[in-house]
T-cell receptor
Framework: GEDVEQSLFLSVREGDSSVINCTYT??????LYWYKQEPGAGLQLLTY?????DMKQDQRLTVLLNKKDKHLSLRIADTQTGDSAIYFC?????????????FGRGTSLIVHP | NAGVTQTPKFQVLKTGQSMTLQCAQD?????MSWYRQDPGMGLRLIHY???????DQGEVPNGYNVSRSTTEDFPLRLLSAAPSQTSVYFC?????????????FGQGTRLTVV
């Protein structure tokens, strides 16, 4: 079955770049997502990437995809204290019917002033 | 505001009690799902629905029931609460077409079973 792995914690200084990594096992994955969960809140979609893309940039966010290694990363430039949250990687494949993504365990990003 | 609404936000149950977690969305989304979030476990799928009248089991369905009588509502029922069901529960919805939008999540229900 599918499996999505993430490191559990990342600590950075304000102003530095943060890189959150994720690996997945399902080679048929067609969509890969990054969600952000702030304390006590639900999840919000940050960005996504198609499996046929290598990179996607959206303001401070850069997503890199290495399909060969099934490795996905999220880079946050100029990290701010407001970026402190849990970041979930999710992947999914369309099976012709339902489509429910599989989530990683989440990476807690702690930003120090 | 449009979105996914979950109620209640907090709940404490005694072992053996039953209750229903409510989830409603006003975006006319076909797909709805329930997840539980436990420390270090990420999100695990409990049940999901691809449309009114259609439900299916996810990864951890035992002890939970769902129904989808309308497009808008997708309640999750705990039949006989157990301490192992202490968790944060999230309801999510998304359109059948347009996976680019990802899923919309509710604010979560924090459930404690004592």
């Amino acid at each position: 079955g599918e499996d999505v792995e993430q490191s559990l914690f990342l600590s950075v200084r304000e102003g530095d770049s943060s890189v959150i990594n994720c690996t997945y096992t399902d080679s048929s994955s067609t969509y890969l997502y990054w969600y952000k969960q702030e304390p006590g809140a639900g999840l919000q979609l940050l960005t996504y990437i198609f499996s046929n893309m290598d990179m996607k940039q959206d303001q401070r966010l850069t997503v890199l995809l290495n399909k060969k290694d099934k490795h996905l990363s999220l880079r946050i430039a100029d990290t701010q204290t407001g970026d402190s949250a849990i970041y979930f990687c999710a992947e999914g494949a369309y099976d012709g019917g339902s489509y429910i993504p599989t989530f990683g365990r989440g990476t807690s990003l702690i930003v120090h002033p | 505001n449009a979105g996914v609404t979950q109620t209640p936000k907090f709940q404490v149950l005694k072992t053996g009690q039953s209750m229903t977690l409510q989830c409603a969305q006003d975006m006319n989304h076909e797909y709805m799902s329930w997840y539980r979030q436990d420390p270090g476990m990420g999100l695990r799928l409990i049940h999901y629905s691809v449309g009114a009248g259609i439900t299916d089991q996810g990864e951890v369905p035992n002890g939970y029931n769902v129904s989808r009588s309308t497009t808008e509502d997708f309640p999750l029922r705990l039949l006989s609460a157990a301490p192992s069901q202490t968790s944060v529960y999230f309801c999510a919805s998304r359109k059948k077409i347009g996976r680019l939008s990802g899923a919309f999540f509710g604010q979560g229900t924090r459930l404690t079973v004592v």
